[in-house]
């Protein structure tokens, strides 16, 4: 049997609600706010703000992200996490699709790295900035265009025929920088 989509919006708190992204109450079916926790007004689980739950839901919601970011989260699969309600049949879902898991931990993983490599290189990009070398984005025939590290921004300098710029190759990086004297400019 196939469910239909469900939208509408919490009576407690007014925010959206969706099929798509909120779990269903075990004893009223309601489906339980993902802000306040509120179910079915007077529903004795949702009275409590479905406390017992948080901890079950907080699991289930890392799960559900995790295999959206793996395009593995599809209605069926949605539906079949939704009917885990206790900590064992979560975790039992969470066996089931843990390759799916276990490659989004490691893509997080590698992104979270790949953030901390660049944020690095910008600390040090802004290093050589203050004292006057910027990167070479690209060479012209009459202009080098440079990258400014505090506002991710380019610049753009003419070359002087008369003037060779001074150039420097960062070992740390293997990136060309060029010396500007701003106040020059």
């Not at 075990?26 to 007077?42: D, Q």
């Not at 070398?133 to 440079?146: A, E, L, Q, T, W």
Request: glycine share 6%.
């Amino acid at each position: 049997m196939e469910q239909r989509h469900y939208e509408n919006h919490c009576w407690s708190c007014k925010h959206p609600i969706s099929s798509e992204t909120c779990w269903q109450c075990p004893t009223c079916g309601w489906y339980i706010c993902s802000v306040c926790g509120k179910c079915k007004e007077g529903c004795e689980e949702g009275s409590n703000g479905n406390e017992r739950y948080s901890g079950i839901m907080r699991q289930k919601n890392m799960i559900r992200k995790q295999l959206s970011d793996e395009q593995a989260l599809t209605p069926m699969v949605f539906a079949e996490l939704n009917r885990a309600i206790t900590e064992t049949e979560v975790n039992a879902f969470a066996e089931k699709y843990a390759r799916e898991i276990e490659r989004s931990r490691c893509r997080a993983k590698e992104k979270q790295r790949e953030k901390i490599i660049a944020e690095q290189a910008n600390s040090h990009e802004s290093k050589l900035n203050s004292i006057g070398y910027y990167k070479i984005v690209s060479v012209h025939s009459n202009f080098i265009r440079y990258h400014i590290a505090a506002t991710e921004t380019h610049g753009t300098i003419f070359k002087n025929p008369g003037k060779i710029p001074k150039v420097f190759n960062d070992p740390k990086t293997g990136e060309k920088y060029i010396f500007i004297d701003i106040s020059r400019l």
